[in-house]
């Protein structure tokens, strides 16, 4: 049973830093994709990063430069690198999990994802 569990959020002035953590457990894909949504209040989940076995990276163009999504060596836990955190990144975070489909690069849709952790809470202020 896949459990993911995020952690690493809080709050944070404009221009500050956050690392975000999402410890991963029972994930038994040798193909897969991982990836970081946000929900901001009122707004749909909407993709952040995605990261796949191969170590393959794509990012939203409102984070690109300013995030940056890693996993570690042993693919147990998967992290985002906040900088240079805008007013607008204010949101709940997610890490997500799937089997990646062939041939094709990750999905960025939420509804592309099975598995998910509980979310942590980033909140930028100005």
């Known amino acids: 049973q896949v459990q993911l569990v995020e952690s690493g959020g809080g709050s944070v002035q404009a221009g500050g830093s956050l690392r975000l953590s999402c410890a991963v457990s029972g994930n038994t894909y040798s193909n897969y994709c991982m990836a970081w949504f946000r929900q901001p209040p009122g707004k749909e989940r909407e993709g952040v990063a995605q990261?796949?076995?191969?170590?393959?990276?794509a990012y939203a163009e409102s984070v690109k430069g300013r995030f940056s999504i890693s996993q570690d060596g042993d693919k147990i836990t998967l992290y985002l690198q906040m900088n240079t955190l805008k007013v607008e990144d204010t949101a709940m975070y997610y890490c997500?999990?799937?089997?990646?489909?062939?041939?094709?690069?990750?999905?960025?849709?939420?509804?592309?994802?099975?598995?998910w952790g509980q979310g942590t809470q980033v909140t930028v202020s100005s």
């Open positions: 997500a999990l799937r089997l990646r489909p062939p041939a094709t690069s990750c999905p960025v849709t939420a509804g592309s994802y099975r598995n």
């Open positions: 990261i796949d076995n191969r170590e393959r990276t």
